[in-house]
């Protein structure tokens, strides 16, 4: 469907500021209009006066107010527009503007004088406008900004890695260095060893030379040694030793004569000291004396056996005294012991008696009876407590006799012995009761059987009784036990006085023998013995006294000797060491003139022969050294010395060999132990993959505006039939097919147009193109999407070119012209506002020479009168343009 | 045990900055050294017969001393165990195991001299077995080392186990280029153990297993997997049992998140820990015995939140790694490859014939293999990128950009999101 054309046919200016009065333009519905007029007489505020009607959004002053009519087909439409605002009319009713293209392509329908010149800031947000438009409302430029990286992402990291890098160089040379210092180490070793090879041949080549030395010295030392080898024979102080000796030997015979004088002195003493006695050995009176302190001993036996032997006799006589009257002998130890089992059955018989009285009165009913008529007693406990009252007795008695004999005291031991004797003979014990049997016939009847079984062995045993009282001379009336225990207590005494009578006697005999033999050794001594044995050990020990000092004088007799023995050595020694000392010189014994040269020969000699031993020693040692070299011998000492300056240069090479050996191993150790490659390597490894990810964001980048190129040039080939080939086949029909149109969109301030121009052959940018090959350029890109904005929009505008081709010529003018012609055919409006009346007059001759309508010329000067000029330009400014909205939310 | 690429003296990359403040480890503790003193601990508990190395032992810029002497270092306990070590060079160590095998007496270098060699081992309890090895001669073999002949198989052995460093299957390659049939057609090797390549590819289950053993630790966030020694048991009828001891110090691990059911940014966060707590809970069933896990995170999906979820992702670009220590288990963020966007009717949008509607059309494209427009995107992207490549911030400092074409592929599709997420930006009339 093809688009219907607007008409402008009439324009009025009603209030517009720098106008004065109102005025109006009338094209009388013609399809060309041409508007001239002097500059400032309101060409272009008609132009915009057009615009604000059409598109008030965006040419909107609300200052203005304008009314225009128009033909759109067979309609006529008023517009009133006023603050800011259109209004449409037709026949009187509102209606619906026409269907215009968009607000932003409004532009496309007007080229100024500005763009012309290609001074207007707006040449490029046309193009992008119009890019935009073409790009369904899609900004690829803004998208494409967004999705970029800067310019010079990674030139840190790249940084840091050529860092990273130049340090793992510098190890790495280090280390490569140091490979080369171990690679050095075989050769270094194998000429370490064979210099230590020939360096251990200086010390043999060192004990040649001494060898060598020494054999020459000697050689020197020897002859002059002989001449005075008789002072080899003596000694620097030979002639004092000789004095010496000669001192020592008077020493040594005054000392004998004193000692021989000593001794003599001694002799006489001993004879003096002897005396008569006989020289006896002294442990003979040592015995005699151990034997004379034994008789002391025996002596205080004696009187102790003689004392005792008093005592047991005055007891015994007493008992004797007491008991005259009485014939009967004591009885037996034999006696007693029977008499104590005789005891025990009459106690056990008894005990049983009581027991059976009391079972027999406790059953009649009577009370037991508790005494008995013989009352020995046969327990363990009184006959302990009868040796308790013997005890006490013999202490009494022995006490009282010590009491008489040595010391008061012991009467208070006899009082207490006394008195534990009578605390004893007053003490009893009563018998225990029985338990009651009971009293039925047979137990009777048993009691009354074991009563007389006991009535029987108690007659018995009474008997018997009667006899031991009989056979022991007891009295009646006093207790038995008592009187068998005096009996026992005296049989006893007896058998002590008996005991202390042969005591007595071999003591007595023992002291008599004792004696006896002290005796007969003192008399065989010549000395008297004396009467007592104190006598006698006084005696033996001044015997023993004398045996001493003899001794003594006889010991120190034995030691004079020996050191008159000794003396008489020593001058010995003396007389021969001085004779020595001759014979060691050579000489005879008192040669002592001889004898001093030799001594003062002696220092020289000495010198030479320390001197010959050192040598000797020297060539000994060399030799030594030399036992296990079977190697070179020098023929000379020259030779000698140039094997030993090569054999110290190899020592020396050896010594640098190994200090190099050993720096090399601690430069490979110290690096194995470091690991300053790993982190080198480490922090490279960090920085290329810093660098290798800021290179991933580039990629990334890459990759994402890839998708916008990929769509944007789709979008190029989908929209460039319509459009841009339009445009560009207006541009070359305009250019003489000189320039194509280009639109750039991928350029660094956003899309723009280009031409490219055939005969250079290049792409130029707007800028730089002529006046008027921009105009056309411009001309051509805008007519050619109004166009097609037009026709997709459904009305076609009218067409306002504002002095666009003033600078044009004649023949691009009339490619110009051309085009504007097709427009006309097509049904377009074209308004072409000049101030140039040579314009007009292209305008007419070339709608001559094509046979089209003249175009309807409007002169301002004659609309307006001038007087209707505007006050200034200024006066008609434009308001801000508003911001462009996105086709598709129209 | 066998135990491929160790590259000692290079340090693991991929590893958060603040290692050493969030966990007290360095990045010495997760490198290959402490592998390699795992591995020799390991070998030295289970009384092996044999440590064999796949080459590449040592790194080779600092072969020289510094690898050399922790090399020396840590297979000195081997030897005081008297187990026997043996290795092959790989393209890195050409000089340093020659070098190692001349001063430690106990290590015996295989193939020396690009020469094929046989050597028997008695095992303690076990039976005989050989060892067939091949040495790089030079740091770079164009020809493959089955080129050179090989060793008659030693009486007496019950099975004969192969050990080599090389590039499988890749013709081209300057590594020692070698072919599978060719190892296959050794028919006496019951088994190839490779080095090179730090993926592990050994089938432990394959009856005659051909694979490499992989990096005993991982080197960077690229390697992930398990990784570790693998002990070798022959038995006496030459049948041989595999097993990998997963003993790296560090391991990384791909981890996928599809964001459509996210609602808000916290949602990452909770998906991450729950991928900590699955590997701290392998970490106690003694599934694997890392002291840090990385994870490469992959983000796709379409999801309302995607603001929200771009903000918490810019934490990450911040530095902040998002990391938690458990117990002497550190696990971290190593990475996150984006391919979240906005949700967006690719097929409505297609439709439209405008800008958005193109660059729609050609998303679709991408995903679909057999798309002409997809390949010439693909072809035009390999341009793109070829034209970014020499700009002066990279040239020299970088290689070239080596992408396959599923790679720009992908990228492509990450960049055609971004791509038409700015371009919506521009367009007039958008809600804000």
């Known amino acids: 469907m093809s688009a219907r054309s607007l008409e402008l046919l009439e324009l009025e200016l009603v209030h517009a500021p720098g106008f004065s009065e109102s005025f109006a333009i009338h094209t009388e519905a013609a399809s060309q209009v041409v508007i001239v007029g002097p500059n400032e007489s309101g060409k272009s505020s008609l132009a915009a006066a057009l615009f604000s009607v059409l598109w008030p959004a965006q040419e909107s002053n609300p200052n203005l107010e304008i009314t225009a009519r128009f033909r759109l087909g067979e309609r006529t439409l008023r517009a009133r527009h006023r603050s800011g605002h259109t209004s449409w009319s037709d026949d009187g009713l509102e209606v619906q503007a026409p269907p215009l293209p968009a607000d932003e392509i409004a532009r496309c329908f007007r080229i100024s004088v500005d763009e012309r010149r290609g001074e207007g800031a707006d040449t490029a947000t046309l193009a992008a406008v119009i890019v935009r438009a073409l790009a369904g409302g899609y900004d690829f430029a803004k998208a494409r900004e967004s999705l970029g990286v800067p310019a010079r992402l990674g030139e840190a990291e790249r940084k840091a890695l050529n860092q990273a890098r130049e340090a793992l160089n510098a190890i790495a040379s280090d280390q490569e260095r140091w490979k080369h210092e171990a690679d050095k180490l075989e050769v270094l070793r194998e000429q370490l060893g064979e210099a230590k090879l020939l360096a251990s041949e200086l010390p043999m080549l060192d004990a040649l030379g001494r060898e060598r030395s020494a054999r020459r010295e000697l050689q020197r030392i020897e002859p002059r040694l002989q001449e005075v080898a008789g002072s080899a024979r003596v000694s620097e102080r030979e002639l004092e030793r000789l004095a010496a000796e000669e001192k020592r030997l008077e020493q040594r015979r005054e000392t004998l004569r004193k000692r021989e004088t000593a001794c003599e002195h001694s002799k006489r003493q001993l004879e003096a000291q002897a005396g008569p006695a006989r020289r006896v050995d002294s442990s003979q009176i040592c015995a005699r004396l151990a034997d004379a302190r034994e008789l002391l001993v025996r002596e205080s036996d004696q009187m102790r056996l003689r004392a005792e032997l008093q005592v047991t006799q005055t007891r015994h006589a007493r008992w004797l005294e007491n008991s005259s009257d009485r014939e009967c002998a004591l009885p037996s130890p034999a006696e007693l012991e029977r008499f104590a089992q005789f005891s025990d059955d009459w106690n056990a018989a008894l005990a049983q008696a009581l027991a059976l009285a009391d079972v027999r009165a406790l059953l009649s009913g009577s009370v037991p009876a508790r005494t008995a008529e013989f009352d020995p007693q046969s327990s363990a406990a009184a006959r302990l407590r009868t040796t308790l009252l013997v005890v006490c007795a013999v202490t009494l008695v022995s006490a009282i006799a010590a009491a008489a004999l040595f010391h008061p005291l012991f009467y208070g031991l006899a009082a207490l012995a006394a008195a534990a004797l009578w605390i004893g003979l007053s003490d009893s014990k009563p018998l225990p009761l029985p338990t009651p049997p009971d009293s039925s016939a047979p137990t009777r009847a048993l009691v009354e059987g074991r009563a007389r079984t006991l009535e029987e062995r108690q007659a018995v045993l009474a008997k018997r009784g009667q006899e031991f009282k009989s056979r022991f001379g007891l009295q009646p009336g006093l207790p038995t036990a008592v009187q068998v225990e005096s009996l026992r207590q005296r049989a006893n005494d007896l058998g002590l006085l008996e005991a202390a009578r042969a005591k007595l006697a071999a003591a007595e005999s023992a002291f008599d023998e004792l004696r006896d033999l002290l005796t007969a050794f003192l008399s065989s001594q010549a000395v008297e013995p004396a009467g007592t044995a104190h006598g006698l050990i006084a005696q033996l020990e001044g015997l023993l006294e004398g045996q001493s000092r003899r001794a003594k004088l006889e010991e120190d007799l034995q030691r004079l000797g020996g050191e008159i023995a000794a003396a008489k050595n020593d001058v010995l020694d003396s007389e021969a060491a001085l004779a020595k000392l001759y014979i060691d010189a050579g000489l005879r014994a008192g040669e002592r003139a001889a004898l001093e040269q030799l001594v003062r020969d002696r220092a020289p000699f000495l010198s030479l022969a320390d001197e010959a031993k050192v040598q000797q020693h020297a060539l000994a040692s060399a030799l030594h050294e030399l036992t296990d070299w079977q190697g070179w011998r020098p023929a000379s000492d020259q030779e000698l010395a140039q094997r030993r300056a090569k054999a110290v240069e190899m020592s020396a090479l050896a010594d640098q060999r190994h200090g190099e050996i050993g720096g090399i191993e601690r430069g490979i150790a110290e690096r194995r132990a470091r690991d300053e490659v790993e982190n080198a390597r480490a922090n490279l490894h960090a920085a290329e993959a810093a660098l290798e990810q800021r290179r991933e964001q580039v990629f990334d980048a890459a990759l994402a505006q890839l998708f916008i190129d990929e769509v944007e040039h789709a979008m190029e080939i989908s929209v460039q039939d319509p459009v841009l080939i339009r445009a560009q086949h207006m541009f070359e029909e305009f250019t003489g097919h000189r320039h194509t149109l280009q639109l750039a969109t991928g350029g660094a301030n956003g899309p723009d147009f280009k031409s490219h121009d055939h005969v250079l052959g290049r792409a130029v940018s707007l800028e730089n193109l002529s006046s008027g090959t921009r105009t056309q350029l411009l001309l051509a890109a805008r007519l050619a999407f109004a166009v097609d904005a037009a026709e997709r929009a459904g009305v076609r505008p009218p067409l306002c070119l504002d002095e666009a081709l003033a600078t044009t010529d004649e023949t691009r003018f009339e490619a110009v012209a051309d085009v504007v012609a097709l427009l006309l055919k097509e049904g377009w409006q074209v308004i072409y506002l000049t101030s140039q009346h040579t314009d007009v007059e292209r305008w007419r001759r070339r709608a001559f020479d094509t046979n089209m309508l003249a175009p309807r010329v409007i002169d301002l000067e004659k609309v307006r009168q001038l007087a209707g000029a505007p006050a200034s330009v200024q006066d008609l400014e434009l308001p801000a343009e508003p911001a462009l909205p996105a086709p598709l939310a129209m | ?432």
């Open chain 2, 1 to 432: 045990m066998f135990c491929g690429d160790v590259h000692l003296g290079r340090r693991p990359s991929g590893l958060p900055l603040d290692l050493k403040e969030q966990s007290g480890l360095s990045a010495r503790d997760l490198g290959p050294k402490a592998a390699l003193e795992r591995a020799v601990a390991e070998a030295c508990r289970e009384r092996v017969d044999a440590f064999v190395f796949a080459g590449d032992v040592v790194q080779q810029e600092n072969s020289v001393f510094e690898a050399f002497g922790a090399l020396s270092r840590c297979i000195e306990p081997l030897a005081r165990a008297a187990i026997r070590i043996f290795g092959v060079a790989g393209n890195h160590d050409v000089e340093t195991l020659p070098r190692l095998a001349s001063s430690f007496p106990q290590f015996q270098l295989l193939g020396a001299k690009g020469r094929w060699e046989d050597c028997v081992l008695q095992g303690r309890s076990g039976p005989r077995i050989a060892l067939r090895g091949w040495s790089f001669p030079a740091q770079h073999v164009s020809e493959s080392p089955f080129t050179h002949p090989r060793p008659d198989a030693p009486e007496d052995v019950c099975a004969v186990l192969g050990v080599v460093h090389g590039d499988l299957d890749d013709a081209r390659s300057r590594y020692a280029p070698l072919r599978r049939r060719d190892l296959e057609a050794d028919s006496i090797v019951k088994g190839w153990f490779l080095g090179h390549i730090h993926k592990p590819s050994l089938d432990a289950s394959a009856q005659r297993p051909i694979g490499y053993l992989g990096s005993l630790s991982a080197l960077d966030r690229t390697e992930t997997g398990r990784h570790g020694p693998w002990i070798v048991a022959v038995e006496n009828s030459g049948a041989l049992s595999i097993e990998q001891r997963a003993l790296a110090p560090l391991a990384f691990e791909d981890v996928s998140f599809d964001v459509s059911d996210w609602t808000d940014g916290a949602a990452f966060e909770q998906a991450l820990r729950a991928k900590y707590a699955a590997v701290r809970e392998a970490r106690a069933s003694g599934a694997n015995s890392a002291r840090a896990v990385g994870f490469n995170v992959s983000l796709y999906g379409a999801t309302p939140a995607f603001k929200a979820l771009r903000a918490k992702l810019a934490e990450f670009d911040e530095g902040r790694l998002l990391s938690a220590e458990f117990d002497g288990l550190l696990c971290f963020v190593a990475d996150i490859d984006d391919r979240t966007h906005e949700p967006v009717d690719l097929m409505r949008l297609a439709l439209s014939t405008d800008p958005a509607g193109l660059l729609a059309r050609r998303l679709l494209a991408l995903q679909d293999e057999s798309s002409l427009l997809a390949q010439e995107l693909i072809g035009r992207a390999l341009e793109s990128i070829e034209a970014s490549a020499p700009r002066r911030e990279f040239l020299g400092a970088l290689g070239p950009p080596l992408w396959s074409d599923t790679q720009v592929r992908s990228r492509l599709l990450r960049a055609g999101w971004r791509a038409l997420e700015k371009l919506e930006a521009t367009r007039e009339g958008r809600p804000a």
